[in-house]
């Protein structure tokens, strides 16, 4: 079946380390990748996209990979700090070329001081 | 108010009500986008708009789910006959095209329903 995975586990990580989440997929043939931010509480927050034809985006302390070969997407924070902590969702598109995006069901990460 | 504003932020109804959710989009974005989330769940799509017009109406689950939007603007999303697989975040989105490369979603703080 087509799906997106990300690890339901929450990642524990100490202040100051990289933290690496993944997004898997199945199936798709995405034109692109987004990464969302959502805080308890809220509506999810865009950070990053990145395209079929990038392998890598960064952004501050965000760097993103996309690998359409493996059929997967890391997410890096890289020196991560407690305010970093927060449920990270993966959305992409499933049609190909859809405008709208389809969500994993996110991860958590604890940044503990 | 600079981002997407939705009302109200907690619902609790009883089963078989109907309730209306009301989310106002940062003026002038075209692309309106309505996403349900229940606990431990990714975001569902339910609908999106273009303009007043709704192109995709493939997410809704139900004919009891019904949406719209009036002056390109403010949209209310309606529930019949609410039952309890109704509770969820629901969340809506805007940006500011639908016909340019895969633009970035502004989210609203979403409303909990809570159907007893």
């Known amino acids: 079946s087509q799906k997106i995975e990300q690890n339901s586990e929450a990642l524990n990580i100490q202040e100051g380390k990289t933290a690496t989440l993944t997004c898997n997929y199945t199936?798709?043939?995405?034109?692109?990748l987004q990464w969302y931010r959502q805080d308890p509480g809220r509506g999810p927050v865009f950070l990053l996209l990145i395209r079929e034809n990038e392998k890598e985006k960064r952004k501050e302390r965000l760097k993103v990979t996309f690998d359409t070969t493996l059929k997967q997407s890391l997410f890096h924070i890289t020196a991560s700090q407690p305010a970093d902590s927060a449920t990270y969702l993966c959305a992409l598109d499933i049609s190909g070329g859809s405008y709208i995006p389809t969500f994993g069901r996110g991860t958590s990460l604890i940044v503990h001081p | 108010g600079a981002g997407v504003s939705q009302s109200p932020s907690n619902k609790v109804t009883e089963k078989g009500k109907d309730v209306e959710l009301r989310c106002d989009p940062i003026s002038g974005h075209t692309a309106l986008y309505w996403y349900r989330q229940s606990l431990g769940q990714g975001l569902e799509f339910l609908i999106y708009?273009?303009?007043?017009?709704?192109?995709?109406k493939s997410g809704l689950p139900s004919d009891r789910f019904s949406a719209e939007r009036t002056g390109g603007s403010v949209s209310t999303l309606t529930i019949q006959r609410t039952q309890q697989e109704d509770s969820a975040v629901y969340l809506c989105?805007?940006?500011?095209?639908?016909?340019?490369?895969?633009?970035?979603?502004?989210f609203g703080p979403g409303t909990r329903l809570t159907v007893l």
């Open positions: 199936n798709y043939s995405p034109a692109y």
């Open positions: 708009f273009q303009g007043n017009s709704a192109p995709d």
């Open positions: 989105a805007s940006s500011p095209r639908l016909a340019q490369s895969y633009n970035e979603q502004f």
